[in-house]
Nanobody
Framework: QVQLVESGGGLVQPGGSLRLSCAASGRILRIKTMGWYRQAPGKQRELVATIPTDGRTNYADSVKGRFTISRDAAKNTVYLQMNSLKPEDTAVYYC???????????????WGQGTQVTVSS
């Protein structure tokens, strides 16, 4: 199994910044893609940003130019730097990893427990 532990959420004013972190642990053989998704109240979970092993990032149009995803492969950790935050960015942010483990020799999606980000004055 893979455990994903997120940190860095909180309350911030519009225009402010937050940095989310997510560390993966467990009997991991390889992680292919890591990413961030979010779910606002009453809405479906949506992609925020992903970063595969080749480093080619992908962003939702709504966060391009404001959010930056990065990855430390040696630490199995992914980060999300969020700048110029808006009230509509308020959501629970979930970390995702597509990984192969010793127990499951197929790429499988794993999810963190989520961290709340609230943008409000």
């Amino acid at each position: 199994q893979v455990q994903l532990v997120e940190s860095g959420g909180g309350l911030v004013q519009p225009g402010g910044s937050l940095r989310l972190s997510c560390a993966a642990s467990g009997r991991i053989l390889r992680i292919k893609t890591m990413g961030w998704y979010r779910q606002a109240p009453g809405k479906q979970r949506e992609l925020v940003a992903t970063i595969p092993t080749d480093g080619r990032t992908n962003y939702a149009d709504s966060v391009k130019g404001r959010f930056t995803i990065s990855r430390d492969a040696a630490k199995n950790t992914v980060y999300l730097q969020m700048n110029s935050l808006k009230p509509e960015d308020t959501a629970v942010y979930y970390c995702n990893a597509e990984a192969i483990t010793i127990a499951i020799m197929l790429y499988t999606d794993y999810w963190g427990q989520g961290t709340q980000v609230t943008v409000s004055s």
